[in-house]
């Protein structure tokens, strides 16, 4: 292949000047590659010359009227913008396809090759239908010139597999007419690796779970050497105990906990919605179903940890379907037919007896028993309740730097009283209690008067109670401004004026003119 040559003619803007300079390359019989013309200049790529060399040719072109200045270049301009192009597709993370008006593929980027596992050379200038599929967005924007956002793609056939998110541009002609597409691909891994970088919650690790007692810490250990492996963990316990916590926590000391940790009350959402939400469904799948259709939780939680609470609440349909995601790790979308693979570890939770539950079919036995590989029990508060003083202590320091409060601490008589209930609300009622005294209570001490529990709900007796003691324990500078307040009160009752009353009491007549305005006493409060 012959070496070519490239330069640049600068010219006065005129009619005729490009084929003034043709005329010259061919009376030379060079032979012509490509030309840009534009006003007042000409980029010209020839084969290397024969015969002669380029600076007798750049003589030959100055004779031309015109001419201004002839020059080597090392490209031509639109190869440039090529090469710039092409290192931007290369360098972005982004998976980039385009067609043109035939739906021929005319690029791919690396990313986009990564993304559908597939050869820019096996694929380009090969129909797009052909490779990925006939009824990909880009061909119906390729028809109409609308363009697309944010659609889920999957991918399942002999040659392509593969799950990403596309939008899609048409590029368009001067009459406005689709001459070619331009899609980004997005592989779903990485949307949803993105999307909880940015949803994350502040996770909770073992740590943040109190108590000195035997049981608590026996539970813990077990809960940390589940965390270690894959099985699915079975959390039982009462409403309050704190099971969604170790949830967290098993989540966080696990391989997973760079992943999501996504959590579903399954006896918070209406059955029909539950299984779209949790499964996702694909467009058109039913009435109100949002176009391009929705991501499922079970995606969403790819690689990580789905936590489902209130397990118990969970109608046998979709017991059969949590049960087969268990058994084949694949998923299938409402109104789907395509089965897409999760790697999701399942942590399930209830305050029901289950075992109950399957004897009344209500509960399938075999899902039971693939979600109790490692069971975890979290005995009540009332169990324990050596964890009680710490558990409190905790929550009034949290709890009041909430509500913008100081409280030194929590007296001895108030710890007895809450050891001596049987919180059949556990943590949570124990919270509830501490953050209703923060709200009602204005001193720095929590006393047993101040504490209003269940058996007390809220009576006359129990808030005039803790008004009673928050008056009979008052700061030392409200002691004495009432006492001295009483005392001017006094020395004008024995006194004829307010000259005699200031004698009385040793201090000056303006002290007790400017006290008298601070406390608002008049003659009438000294008679």
């Not at 003619?9 to 030379?28: E, N, P, S, W």
């Not at 289950?354 to 009540?380: C, T």
């Not at 009979?472 to 409200?478: D, T, V």
Request: proline share 4%.
């Amino acid at each position: 292949m012959n070496e070519s040559i490239c330069f640049l003619v600068k010219t006065r803007d005129r009619v005729g000047m490009a084929l003034d300079i043709l005329k010259i390359l061919f009376k030379y019989n060079i032979n012509l590659k490509s030309m840009e013309v534009g006003p007042g200049y000409a980029c010209i790529k020839i084969e290397n010359l024969k015969g002669f060399s380029f600076d007798f040719l750049k003589n030959e072109l100055m004779k031309e009227k015109d001419v201004m200045e002839v020059e080597r270049i090392k490209m031509m301009p639109q190869e440039k913008k090529e090469k710039e192009i092409k290192a931007v597709l290369d360098a972005t993370v982004e998976g980039i396809i385009a067609i043109d008006k035939n739906g021929i593929i005319t690029a791919l980027n690396p990313a986009a090759e990564k993304i559908l596992k597939i050869k820019g050379q096996d694929a380009i200038g090969k129909p797009v239908a052909e490779i990925l599929a006939p009824d990909i967005p880009m061909l119906n924007t390729l028809k109409t010139g609308v363009s697309y956002d944010n659609v889920e793609i999957v991918l399942n056939s002999e040659s392509v597999k593969s799950h990403y998110i596309t939008s899609g541009r048409p590029i368009l002609d001067q009459e406005g007419n689709p001459v070619g597409v331009v899609a980004s691909l997005q592989d779903i891994e990485s949307v949803m690796e993105l999307v909880y970088s940015f949803t994350q919650p502040a996770m909770t690790t073992f740590d943040d779970i109190l108590g000195e007692s035997e049981k608590i810490k026996k539970i813990k250990e077990i809960a940390k050497i589940a965390a270690k492996g894959n099985s699915t963990v079975l959390i039982c316990g009462e409403s309050g105990t704190g099971k969604e916590l170790f949830a967290r926590s098993i989540h966080m000391a696990s391989p997973r906990r760079n992943k999501p940790f996504v959590a579903v009350n399954c006896a918070a959402i209406p059955d029909t919605l539950l299984e779209s939400e949790l499964f996702g469904y694909d467009e058109g799948a039913f009435t109100g179903a949002k176009k391009g259709g929705k991501q499922g939780l079970f995606k969403y939680a790819d690689k990580g940890t789905l936590f489902l609470d209130e397990i118990g609440e969970l109608s046998t349909h979709l017991q059969v379907k949590l049960l087969r995601v268990l058994q084949e790790g694949k998923i299938r979308l409402v109104g789907g037919n395509e089965e897409i693979p999760v790697d999701v570890r399942i942590i399930s939770a209830t305050n029901r007896d289950l075992e109950k539950l399957m004897k009344e079919g209500k509960f399938r036995e075999d899902l039971y028993y693939r979600l109790n590989v490692i069971p975890i029990f979290i005995p009540p508060l009332r169990e324990r309740k050596e964890d009680i003083p710490v558990l409190a202590r905790h929550l009034v320091k949290k709890l009041s730097q909430k509500a913008g409060k100081k409280f030194l601490d929590i007296t001895p008589e108030a710890i007895k009283k809450l050891m001596k209930y049987d919180w059949p609300g556990n943590v949570r009622e124990l919270s509830n209690v501490i953050e209703r005294v923060i709200n009602l209570c204005e001193e720095e001490f929590i006393r047993e008067e101040h504490l209003i529990l269940k058996e007390d709900e809220f009576s006359e007796t129990a808030v005039g109670r803790m008004k009673n003691a928050q008056k009979s324990c008052r700061g030392l500078k409200e002691v004495v401004e009432e006492a001295e307040k009483q005392a001017i009160m006094d020395a004008l009752v024995k006194s004829k004026s307010i000259r005699e009353a200031a004698r009385l009491l040793g201090v000056s007549h303006a002290t007790i003119i400017n006290k008298m305005k601070i406390y608002k006493i008049g003659k009438k409060d000294s008679q």
